[in-house]
C-alpha cells in the first residue's frame, strides 16, 4: 500500500469513496474490506461473483459488515444482460420486449420485481435502465437492450423503469448518456462517434433522459462517446461541456453521476484508466465504474493516488472531488431510507392482503383488464402479472407471430438449429439463451445443435445433415446484421420449407418460415414463451 504524506487522511478517503471497484471470487477478499474501511464507498458484482440469491445475501451482508452503508452495484438490466441469473437467463425480458408490449404499467411491474430481488440479495444499485434510442438498426452493443427506436416510447418507458426499480429500494442508474443509440462501434473496443447536429441530439438522445431527470433517476452512467455537436475533443465520459454543462447546468440533474467501466478501450485504449478517472471527476462525474476487467487491489490504489496526485499538482480541483465524494455518500443515504420506505410498504401490503384477500384479487383483476390488448392475440388475458410471474407474462405479451399458410403444428420432437453470433461484451458468453432448453422440457426428445459464423451455407447443411427428418426451429439472433446467417436461413428454407424461424434480436429483417416468431430479447423467459407457441401450448 503506498504511503501518502500526512495531513491527506480526507483527501485520500474521498478518492477512495468515488470509486465503485469489482473483485473476483463469490465472497469478498480481503483487501476489498480493508478498502471499505479506509472510505472505499461502493463495490460493484459481476457474474462472476453471483452464485445463487443465498450466496449473494451472504457477501453483501459481509460487505455490511465492514461497512452498513456500502453502495452495492450490479449490471442487471434484466433480458440479455443480466448478473443475478447470469448461468441460467433471465427471468425478466429486457427493455426490447418491453417496448414491443409498450404498456407501462408492465414496465413499472417488472422494473418493481427485479428490485425487489436485488434488495433481498441486499444489492442497492443498480446500473440499469438503458434510456438510449436504438435509431441506428447496426447498433453493435444496445440492440434489445435498447425500449426500441421511438424516441416518446423509450423515454416513456424509461421513467415507467426507474419509478419501479426505486419504488423498491435500489436506485436506478439510467444509461448511457447522452445517449448510445446511433453509434456502429462498441464502446467496449473502440471510440465511438456520433455525427448529426445539435437539434436531432436534443429532440431525439436527450429526451428519455429527462424523462428519467423527470422520474427522480438517482443516478445516470456516461457513455464512452465522442459527440462532436456537443464536444468535439473528448467523449461524454471526460467532456465538461456534457457533464456539468449539458447534465447538470443545462437539464438540472443533481443526482450522482456515474461513469461506464473505464477499463473499456474507448477510454483505456486513449487516456489510460488514471488519466481518464482524473478526467471524468475533473469533467464532472461523482464516481469510476472499474472492475468488469480490472478487479483487483492494484487497480484500485492506482486509482486512488492518481486522484490524490492530481488534487496535489492542481489538475483536479479538491473541492470538485469532495463534491463527487459528498454525491455518492447522498446516495448511499438515499438508499438506507428508500430500503426502509420499501419494506414498510411490503409489510403493510402483505398485512392488507391477509385481511382482504379478496381486495387483492380484486386490484389485480382491475390491473390486467387496465393493460392493454396484445397485437398478436397471443397471451391474451394475461394482462399485467404480480410478483414471480410478471415476467413470464411480459415475455409472453411481447411475442410477434407470423404464419404461413402452409404452417402445421410441430407434433414431433424437432431439431433446433442454432445460429449463433459472438456475443458482444455487456451480455458476454456465460448466459445460455434460445429455446432449445426449453422445447426439450415441452416436447422430450427435441435435439439442439449450435452453428458459428463464417458460411452460411456450410451450416444450414450442418444443420440439415444433423436434423434428419425432424423438423427444424432455426434462432436467430439480429439476423439483419450477420449476412452468413440470412444466408443459412435462405438455405434452410429452400430445402425444408416447414422451417420455424424463432428471431431473440431486433426483429429488423422481414418475417419468413412457416412459422415466424419475434421474442424481441433472449432471455430464458422469451425461450419459454416462444417453445410454448411452437409446442401449441
Known amino acids: 500500500m503506498t504511503t501518502l504524506a500526512s495531513g491527506s487522511a480526507t483527501l485520500t478517503r474521498d478518492a477512495l469513496t468515488v470509486l465503485q471497484p469489482g473483485f473476483t471470487g463469490t465472497s469478498a477478499p480481503d483487501w476489498l474490506l480493508r478498502r471499505l474501511g479506509e472510505g472505499l ?25 465492514e461497512r452498513d452503508d456500502v453502495l452495492v452495484a450490479i449490471d442487471e438490466e434484466g433480458g440479455d444482460v443480466t448478473r443475478l441469473e447470469v448461468r441460467t437467463g433471465s427471468s425478466f425480458p429486457g427493455n426490447h420486449a418491453l417496448g414491443a408490449v409498450d ?13 425487489r430481488r436485488l434488495a433481498e440479495c441486499g444489492v442497492n444499485l443498480n446500473w440499469a435502465p438503458s434510456a438510449d434510442v436504438n435509431s441506428n438498426p447496426g447498433n453493435p452493443v444496445i440492440g434489445v437492450r435498447s425500449f426500441g427506436a421511438d424516441t416518446d416510447l423509450v423515454a416513456r418507458h424509461t421513467a415507467a423503469y426507474v419509478t419501479g426499480l426505486q419504488a423498491a429500494g435500489v436506485a436506478a442508474c439510467t444509461k448511457h448518456f447522452p445517449g448510445h443509440g446511433d453509434t456502429a462501434v462498441d464502446s467496449h473496443h473502440a471510440l465511438p462517434r456520433i455525427d448529426v447536429d445539435g437539434s436531432v441530439l436534443h429532440a431525439r438522445e436527450l429526451a428519455p433522459f429527462r424523462a428519467a431527470i423527470a422520474a427522480g433517476s438517482r443516478a445516470v452512467m456516461s457513455a464512452h462517446i465522442l459527440v462532436p455537436a456537443l464536444d468535439p475533443d473528448r467523449p461524454a465520459t471526460l467532456s465538461r461541456r456534457i457533464l456539468t454543462g449539458l447534465l447538470r447546468e443545462e437539464l438540472g440533474y443533481q443526482g450522482l453521476i456515474v461513469t461506464d467501466g473505464m477499463e473499456m478501450q474507448a477510454i483505456a485504449g486513449t487516456y489510460g484508466i488514471e488519466r481518464g478517472s482524473v478526467l471524468a471527476i475533473a469533467a464532472g462525474a461523482d464516481a469510476i465504474c472499474v472492475g468488469g476487467g480490472l478487479a483487483d487491489d492494484e487497480t484500485v490504489r492506482r486509482l486512488r493516488d492518481a486522484l490524490v496526485s492530481a488534487v496535489r499538482s492542481g489538475e483536479l480541483a479538491e473541492e470538485r472531488l469532495a463534491d463527487a465524494a ?24 402483505v398485512a392488507v392482503s391477509a385481511s382482504t384477500p379478496d381486495a387483492a384479487s380484486a386490484s389485480a383483476s382491475a390491473s390486467a383488464s387496465a393493460s392493454g390488448g396484445v397485437s398478436t392475440g397471443l397471451g391474451a388475458g394475461a394482462g399485467t402479472g404480480a410478483g414471480h410471474d410478471v415476467g413470464l407474462v411480459a415475455a409472453r405479451r411481447a411475442l410477434t407471430v407470423t404464419r404461413s399458410e402452409a404452417y402445421e403444428p410441430v407434433g414431433e420432437p424437432p431439431y433446433v438449429a442454432a445460429l449463433t453470433p459472438v456475443a458482444n461484451i455487456a451480455v458476454g458468453d456465460e448466459t445460455p439463451w434460445g429455446v432449445a432448453a426449453e422445447l426439450a422440457r415441452l416436447l422430450p426428445g427435441t435435439e439442439t445443435g449450435s452453428f458459428a459464423g463464417g458460411d452460411g451455407e456450410d451450416a444450414a447443411v450442418a444443420a440439415l445433415t444433423a436434423a434428419g427428418d425432424r423438423r427444424i426451429v432455426a434462432v436467430v439472433r439480429d439476423e439483419h446484421r450477420h449476412a452468413w446467417m440470412a444466408s443459412a436461413l435462405d438455405t434452410l428454407l429452400a430445402a425444408r420449407p416447414d422451417t420455424i424461424v424463432v428471431e ?25 414463451a416462444a417453445a410454448e407457441i411452437i409446442a401449441g401450448h
Do not use: K, Y
Open 103 to 115: 404498456d407501462v404499467t408492465l414496465t413499472r411491474e417488472v422494473a418493481f420485481e427485479l428490485g
Open 326 to 349: 459528498e454525491r455518492v455518500r447522498a446516495l448511499a443515504r438515499w438508499t438506507a431510507a428508500a430500503s426502509a420506505s420499501a419494506q414498510a410498504s411490503a409489510s403493510a401490503s
Open 41 to 65: 464507498a461502493s463495490v460493484g458484482l459481476f457474474g462472476r461473483n453471483i452464485a445463487s440469491p443465498t450466496q449473494v445475501g451472504r457477501l453483501t451482508a459481509q460487505l455490511r459488515a
Open 504 to 528: 431473440m434480436g431486433v426483429p429488423q429483417a422481414t418475417p419468413r418460415g412457416a412459422l415466424h416468431i419475434a421474442t424481441h430479447g433472449a432471455a430464458r423467459v422469451c425461450g419459454r
